[in-house]
């Protein structure tokens, strides 16, 4: 499985990076494609993605099932079996390019430079190893030390995301831990061995509300103190707001909206966007009479709509005479530092979002 | 655990009882039924033309004619403190546990029984070695490369394993790797005694069967088990993948095979019986068999009541292993 | 799949067969709109735990340990808390899923506590549930048409026009193509098996619903269409609802009346709009304060309230108040006297020793029950430890 393939390494982007060279960001992913070849046809999950993202910085990446959210983030972990993957694209990590690296040399990364929490903590942790032994084996994967000083590493980083009492729990199963506890433990065994960045993948979906706190929380302070990278995906808009410092909205595997948190919840400029923030009820509002949901259900990425992907659910399509459904919009930087893939004209937009949907949020 | 042991132990027995009290009215209430008298079957200890007075005395002293309660009581109770029979000349004493005297041989069951185990514990194990390794690691192999061709060329081959009984492949062999091209010699094996390795062409027919079997199982158990989210998280790590394979997938993956195993061995302890037939092996299957044949009673219940008792043991065996293997059973 | 509809389907009753389905059963005394059609008073579920070799009964889960509400005509209750507070075990037991192991539960003023399935079944038109997941709560081998119309064969109801006219009809109500009557669940995306879920629930026009978590199985933008379908039914049939749900944001939206839950009890129980503005129970307050709002401006803005720990475990919940473990206000008396359920403002109720938003506490109004002793007073509620 660890085999090199040589023809990786041409079709990849090892002769585009000659051309364009390492970027200075921390993390720099250029037009990352992530396609599935199946019997009903190419699913393209994640079709032409770029983002930067610095030490000590959140970037939220936003999206409904499907988006290709999940994708992405297996995909910058080279997680992704090569024989039933296509992924091209460029992904640079600290002046190292993934894609088109070796599997070997990606995986010595993994654990160490680049970690990830998953959604559900029971399902990721092994149910026949105790939590320290898992914790442990990432540590002592990645660090040449023994047993015994790994253990005590291991009792070090499961205090550290406050788990009590770390001495006795960590020669327990994830099964004797709470779902709030076991994700600490995901945490410490992701942050065991220090990584710079963090990937987190619906961190909190499956826990409560009260503990999700706690986790968010956890997460913020560790990024103060490690100063990591975090990539944070979710579907909640509200973890995002509370979070990350860019937002990313994805939509069918391509990017709809790329914008600082303020400019996304403030000011924004993507229809499937404004659905987002009209769907959800808010504590922070007055209770709205009527939700504004979007119509329809995010395509299937087999049959992805001609055009702009979005244009089927678009309640403003129709303002862009029939552009929307035979051109597919480019991202492009709307407003400094603000991306955005749609048609309508920027001072539509602004109108638009002004009068019509931001009043009644 | 200590109470989970003793009520799988407690249910043990009870299961025990009801098959032997099953085999004991088959084997005596449907003949019965059939027509055959008390006569007949002692008629049948005796030898041939017994007189009147013979067969009453053979009745006796098995109790022929006592009710059928009576004579299954009777059985029991010989298998826990052993009986004594009375000839008339001599007493003879069976210890326990007596299973009885075979109708034909007249030989203690139990020492038949005793004698003819090891044989087919030979053939069992030799081929659950075999198999458990073949059949494992092709499994494993398949799902790994899964789609490949060797994926494709093991699970044909392992279909075409599952679907040809052992006496088929068993008879060709002999016919060809024996007879024909005299590659190994002829299947030779009536005790520990004999050179384990005469069974080699058994075991390969027999692990034949299994090992397809359980290539198939290792392989869907595989390939479930690499799509679970914790070999996602362990690769996340950066384990390497023979760590990711071997530790993680096949713990995982092996767990309910083994029970299947542990069944599988069970039932074959009991008697290999196609395969002992297949190359005129007197292991438990072929007593079995002939006791069948020969509506030797004694021979019959014995036969059963081992066969069922090895496979409640080895299921008692597979749950508490169970427990050792997965803390989620030995905590709950 | 279809869960409680699979009751016996040999016979029907008398009153099945006559009534159509448009203005389905005489009631024998009809209830107005803001009276309660469900009341459920000190309903309890508890669990047994079995060790040993003779499978002894050494514990039991107090999964609901003594709930009491009302859920009045028309309106729509929501029922919120963590995993493990029990209101989904409440909602099986409204629904008589599940056996109550103590309590009443009325409907329509017939106690249905212990009624025998048999004579549930005529019920089981009025009383239907909508389930979380719509991928596993339809059967895959039936038709979108057989699922919506098995009520109506189950109950053996005529239809005007055919039972095919029928179920295209609510098909239509709820949203989805009537030409769809012919496809399988799987054809459909979440949200729309969700409309199919709710299809099913609405064919006998039923008088009150149970929705234990219909939209938390389903994408924001999906949730919206269906909260939104689920209030227009409730105006269009007069529907009465109890909401269990985790989203304190979907509660808040959905509800007129909201019952927070906490380890099998109701700690809080008012009004929407008094219970989201002026919570007064420090859990519902922790509660509010840790759901992520939307707005980074709100940011390090707001009152934080962090729980430690997690809830402890039904098997072995703490004694007197049952929050007071991880209530940053509990004192001796909460770990000492369980706090009642009590009325705190008008229609606002609170089991605290210390409740906020408020001047009167349980406390107060346990004392002035003692001094005045007033009938069906919750004051006197055991004071000792249970267990």
Request: hydrophobic share 40%; net charge negative; aromatic share 6%.
């Amino acid at each position: 499985m660890a085999r090199k393939d040589p023809a990786e390494l041409v079709n990849g982007s090892a002769e585009q990076s000659g051309t364009r060279g390492a970027p200075s960001a921390f993390l720099e992913v250029r037009d990352l494609k992530i396609h599935f070849p199946t019997d009903d046809g190419l699913v393209k999950s994640v079709d032409g993605l770029s983002f930067q993202l610095e030490r000590g910085r959140t970037l939220g990446i936003v999206g409904e099932s499907g988006s290709g959210k999940s994708v992405t983030s297996l995909g910058i972990l080279g997680l992704h079996n090569k024989r039933n993957a296509n992924v091209s694209g460029e992904i640079w990590l600290d002046g190292t390019e993934l894609v088109g690296a070796s599997q070997n040399d990606v995986r010595r990364l993994r654990g160490r430079k680049m970690a990830m929490i998953f959604q559900d903590p029971l399902s990721s942790m092994h149910p026949f190893y105790t939590v320290g032994h898992q914790i442990v084996e990432a540590y002592r994967v990645h660090n040449d030390v023994s047993k015994s000083v790994a253990r005590k590493h291991a009792v070090d980083m499961l205090g550290r995301v406050g788990i009590p009492r770390p001495d006795r729990r960590v020669d327990d199963y994830p099964h004797q831990f709470s779902g709030g506890m076991r994700q600490r433990a995901m945490i410490a065994m992701a942050l065991s061995c220090d990584p710079e960045l963090l990937i987190a993948d619906e961190p909190t979906t499956a826990l409560d509300v009260t503990v999700q706190a706690q986790i968010l929380d956890l997460i913020r302070d560790l990024q103060e103190e490690f100063n990591s990278a975090i990539i944070m995906i979710t579907h909640d808009l509200g973890v995002v707001a509370e979070l990350s410092d860019d937002i990313l909205v994805m939509y069918a595997g391509r990017c709809a909206e790329y914008a600082s948190v303020d400019d996304a919840f403030h000011r924004p400029l993507h229809p499937y966007t404004w659905g987002l923030l009209g769907s959800m009820p808010r504590l922070d509002r007055e209770r709205s009479e009527r939700l504004m949901p979007i119509k329809g259900t995010p395509p299937s990425l087999i049959n992805v709509p001609q055009g702009c992907a979005f244009n089927p659910r678009c309640a403003y399509r129709d303002l862009n005479g029939d552009k929307s459904t035979t051109e597919r919009p480019e991202l492009v930087e709307a407003e400094p530092g603000h991306q955005v893939a749609c048609h309508l004209p920027l001072e539509k937009k602004r109108e638009i979002w002004e009068s019509e949907i931001r009043p009644k949020l | 655990m200590v109470a989970f042991i003793v009520r799988r132990l407690l249910g043990a027995v009870g299961l025990l009882l009801i098959i032997s009290a099953v085999t004991f009215a088959i084997f005596f209430l449907v003949p019965r039924a059939a027509g055959v008298t008390s006569d007949d079957i002692a008629g049948r200890f005796a030898g041939k033309q017994p007189d009147a007075a013979t067969l009453a005395a053979i009745k006796d002293r098995f109790g022929f004619d006592d009710p059928v309660p009576v004579q299954y009581g009777k059985f029991l109770k010989a298998i826990v403190v052993g009986d004594t029979y009375d000839t008339g000349t001599e007493k003879i004493h069976c210890p326990a546990p007596c299973l009885g005297y075979s109708f034909r041989t007249n030989q203690s069951v139990t020492d038949q029984i005793v004698d003819r185990a090891p044989i087919t514990f030979m053939i069992a194990i030799g081929a659950a070695v075999l198999w458990v390794i073949v059949g494992v690691s092709i499994g494993v192999l398949s799902a790994l490369r899964r789609g490949t061709i060797f994926d494709r060329a093991a699970m044909g081959i392992a279909l075409a394993g599952v679907s040809l009984p052992v006496f088929f492949t068993g008879l060709l062999s002999l016919a060809f790797v024996v007879h024909r091209w005299n590659l190994l010699p002829e299947v030779n094996y009536e005790g520990l005694s004999d050179n384990p390795f005469n069974l080699i062409l058994p075991w390969i027919c027999l692990a034949f069967l299994y090992a397809a079997l359980y290539a198939r199982l290792t392989r869907a158990g595989m390939l479930e088990t690499m799509n679970e989210d914790y070999i996602r998280t362990a690769r996340a790590k950066g384990l390497p993948e023979k760590t990711v394979v071997f530790k993680h997938g096949l713990r995982a993956t092996l767990t309910p095979i083994m029970t299947v195993f542990g069944l599988d061995i069970g039932l074959l302890l009991g008697g290999a019986i196609i395969t002992e037939k297949t190359f005129s092996i007197p292991g438990l299957g072929q007593l079995a068999l002939d006791g069948v044949n020969q509506s030797d009673l004694p021979v019959v219940l014995g036969a059963t009541m081992v066969a069922a008792l090895f496979i409640v043991l080895a299921n008692l065996v597979v749950d508490i292993l169970y427990g050792v293997v997965d803390p989620r059973v030995r905590h709950s | 799949m279809t869960g409680n509809e699979t009751v016996s389907t040999d016979k029907t009753t008398a009153e099945g067969t006559t009534v159509p389905a448009a203005d389905s059963a005489g009631d024998a005394r009809p209830i107005a709109d803001g009276e309660p059609l469900l009341e459920v008073d000190g309903l309890g579920k508890h669990f047994p735990v079995t060790a040993g070799l003779l499978r002894r009964q050494v514990a039991a889960v107090k999964a609901v340990d003594g709930v009491s509400f009302s859920v009045r005509k028309g309106e729509t209750l929501g029922l919120v808390g963590e995993s493990g507070c029990g209101k989904s075990t409440t909602g099986r037991m409204i629904m008589r899923l599940l056996d109550p192991s103590f309590g009443k539960i009325t409907f329509e003023g017939e106690d249905i506590t212990t009624m025998s399935q048999g004579r549930l079944r005529p019920l089981r038109r009025d009383l239907q549930m909508i389930f979380q997941d719509p991928y596993s709560s339809l059967n895959p081998r039936k038709t979108v048409g057989a699922i919506v119309g098995a009520p109506f064969r189950l109950q053996n109801i005529k239809t005007e026009n055919g039972v095919k006219r029928a179920v295209q009809d609510i098909l239509e109500l709820v949203g989805l193509n009537p030409e769809h009557y012919n496809r399988y669940p799987h054809e459909f995306s979440g949200g729309q098996r969700q409309r199919i879920g709710i299809a099913r629930t609405l064919a006998l026009k039923p008088k009150l619903i149970v929705a234990d978590e219909p939209v938390s199985a389903l994408d924001v933008s999906v949730q919206a269409q269906v909260v939104n379908l689920l209030e227009d039914l409730q105006d269009e049939l007069d529907l009465t609802y109890v909401v269990i749900a985790h989203d304190l944001s979907v509660v808040r939206h959905i509800s007129d009346r909201v019952a927070v839950m906490y380890l099998g009890k109701i700690v809080e129980i008012a009004d929407r709009n008094d219970l989201y503005e002026r919570p007064m129970h420090p859990y519902t307050n922790a509660l509010l304060s840790a759901v992520p709002i939307p707005d980074p401006a709100e940011r390090g803005e707001r009152k934080r309230i962090r729980l430690q720990g997690d809830v402890p475990s039904p098997l072995d919940p703490p004694p007197a108040c049952r929050f007071h473990t991880r209530c940053w206000k509990a004192q001796d008396i909460c770990k000492q006297v369980e706090p009642p359920l009590v009325e705190l403002s008008p229609g606002h109720e609170a089991a605290c020793h210390f409740p906020e938003n408020t001047t009167v506490s349980a406390t107060d109004e346990v004392a002035k029950a003692a001094v005045a002793p007033a009938p069906g007073t919750t004051a006197a509620d055991d004071p000792a430890p249970e267990a």
